[in-house]
């Protein structure tokens, strides 16, 4: 590819994400109290996390929170689902995957992003907290994310919960134990964070938070 190929293609890009960001804050411009909701999409209907997701998703949009989730599969599809039945909002912000077939039946609201960096702004954005489910890579690469924008103060202030202290203790140990104890983590990260069990203890949680820490704005990222 040419010099003059290269940069007509990179210009092409350039709009391309600036035509995403503006598709997304338009789709999602009236989108007030909601909850972003992280986790496997390889999880089945019949698991344990899939039946807490979708419980969660109720629980939290009959306390008048939005559910916002990736809108695959498995914990996104149980959450978006928990949160439809009972009349609450039910968001997507998809990603385009050869492997994924678009938005799960509970999504009222949808947009499906091409790049991963656009979909995690849109998280951001317009979460006032995060429940993070058991999940692999995609899952730990959301998690990361929101603790670093809260740890560096480029977002303002949230709840971050782990739902499942078996299933995340392993990590938060390695954390103590590898990270913070060479010095690459300050004990206080570890505030960033709260590990819970059930649909009922991450709800609790929030609305506390909620009602001590009410917010007009939760945009300025």
């Given at each position: 590819m040419s010099k003059m190929n290269k940069k007509s293609e990179d210009a092409w890009q350039i709009l391309r994400i600036q035509g995403e960001f503006t598709?997304?804050?338009?789709?999602?411009?009236?989108?007030?109290k909601c909850i972003s909701v992280f986790g496997s999409a390889r999880t089945p209907k019949s698991n344990k996390w899939y039946k807490e997701a979708r419980k969660f998703g109720g629980l939290i949009a009959n306390e008048g929170f939005g559910v916002i989730t990736g809108g695959g599969p498995g914990i996104m599809e149980a959450a978006n689902q928990g949160a439809k039945e009972v009349g609450g909002k039910s968001i997507g912000v998809g990603i385009e995957l050869p492997f994924e077939a678009g938005m799960n039946p509970y999504v009222d609201l949808g947009i499906e992003c091409r790049y991963f960096f656009t979909r995690k702004v849109l998280f951001a954005k317009?979460?006032?907290a995060f429940?993070?489910?058991?999940?692999?890579?995609?899952?730990?690469?959301?998690?990361?994310?929101?603790?670093?924008?809260?740890?560096?103060?480029?977002?303002?202030?949230?709840p971050i919960l782990l739902v499942g202290k078996k299933y995340w203790s392993g990590l938060v140990d390695w954390l103590q134990e590898t990270v913070a104890a060479t010095g690459r983590m300050s004990q206080k990260d570890f505030d960033l964070?709260?590990?819970v069990d059930t649909a009922e203890e991450a709800v609790e949680k929030l609305v506390e938070h909620n009602a001590k820490y009410r917010k007009e704005d939760t945009t300025n990222f």
């Open positions: 598709k997304g804050f338009d789709t999602l411009n009236e989108l007030y317009y979460s006032q429940v993070v489910f058991p999940g692999g890579m995609g899952t730990m690469d959301e998690l990361f994310e929101v603790m670093t924008l809260a740890q560096t103060g480029h977002a303002p202030e949230f964070f709260r590990i």
